[in-house]
């Protein structure tokens, strides 16, 4: 990752007080794209592989490789101790991952809960397009914002039912009854 | 001592034939679907995924039909799975403060930030055979409210605020995470460890020893502080990536356990904690889990530890149910050789005690 070592490049700069626009530039365009595949890589995880393959159906996909064939294995989930306290092991959840690459170059990555490989190798393209410069826009327009959309939908249906039972405890006086 | 026996194949095979035969049941019924286990028997899917400690629907939903409905055979089922695969790496910590809550309640404060949500619970219910879930019932629509934005702090982070609650203990700087799945156990544990284990501890079997400990058996006064059940986001640091990849949700229950207070000389009086975490709803799980949390922390605490719940040799070493099964259902196993060796033994004991005995009946009879 030549880019990280230009983070710190970047901080000594501005601790001498020569601020370079160059460099600092590359650093926030390269943060703005990792939150941006970070941001679809959360709505992608959430998604059927039906769903996202039914999304890219209609969308023009340039020449691309699997560079990574899908593969299942394991990853150990974590918790804290009083939940917000050191770090403990709670149990293994099994993960599918997969990577592709675009002709243009562009290298995308897909990992997701499961066992579903299609669906790592589909959200490593869909990482990979999120990159490129061509198909950037078009996927998130096409197939991340629907598929957020949905995401949202159902999350807010879930906190209606939720909220219909929350309750309000009342603690009497006694002989009140 | 226990030797192998040779044999028996043709018998094996056909036993397990039968069992597959049984498994399947009548075929005038129809056959379970994975879908249908996992949607209508979510609590047990939940129990196989927390202590079969591999988050999977699917496959413990495939384990319990294999298993015909056992779950510790389920459990084991799983855990034989695990074993089959790589693993990757370990998640982020997961936050259970931003946990999108299907449940929470306290039983400490009635009103706490976020509200109390009773969410999907057997509490309340009257424990009455319902009739009516026989055959084809549907359920009555669902009644819903508009969701409130506000964050739902935990509990224990409120009190904390104060100082009323000890904080949790913090990671040292390096420090690696324990994890019984790759070394060994060794006494004493510290808490990462007890933890791991008690999250793939038995319910059965943490229930009864936190029941003991509310029966006296190393009492710590506790109160429910929080429990809750919902959704959490789990990111895993890929170093082919080179940042946090979000894999997902997984459904979790905590619980923070509020116990009696200590203080010293130094320190002022505050409430102690235990902490219980599993995956699916399992709370009836994390409420014992988070009793013999407290429990174990009776040396760090400076309690007397007497009682079996405090003796974290006896609970780390009998919590696991796949291990217990194995050794007391290995002696159903042939033991023919092992046994054929004591009968031996046993034979010439009984012997030697007739002979010493011969003399005294001769010189009786003599008399």
Known sequence: MALSYE???YHRQLRCGKFCQRFGDRVTQHNNQQAQRKAAMAVLAHAEAGEIAARLRDFALPDHQDLRTPENGLVMLRGRVGGDGAPFNLGEATVSRAAVRLASGEVGFGYTLGRDGEKARLIAL?????????????VERDVIAPLREQLMIRRKQAAAETAAT???FYTMVRGEG | MYVAVKGGERAIENAHRLLAHKRRGDHSVPELTLGQISEQLGLAVDRVMSEGS???RELAALAIKQARGDLIEAIFLVRAFRATLPRFG???PVDTGAMRVQRRVSSTFKDIPGGQILGPTFDYTHRLLD????QGFVPDALVTTEASTAPTPRVTDILGRDGLIESSPQAEVGASVGDLTREPLNFPADRDLR???LARGDEGFLLAMGYSTQRGYGRNHPFAGEIRFGEVEVEFSAEDVGFAVPLGSIALTECQMVNQFKGSATEAPCFTRGYGLAFGQSERKTMSMALVDRALRARELGEEALAPAQDEEFVMSHSDNVQATGFVEHLKLPHYVDFQSELGLLRKLRKEFTDAQAPDAMKEAAE
Do not use: I
């Open chain 1, 7 to 9: 983070v710190v490049y």
């Open chain 2, 131 to 134: 009739p009516a879930l026989a």
């Open chain 2, 54 to 56: 591999l988050y999977d």
């Open chain 1, 166 to 168: 929350k309750v309000d």
């Open chain 2, 195 to 197: 933890l791991q284990n």
């Open chain 1, 126 to 138: 869909c990482d990979a397009l999120v990159q490129s410069r061509d198909f950037g826009g078009a």
């Open chain 2, 90 to 92: 370990a998640s982020e």
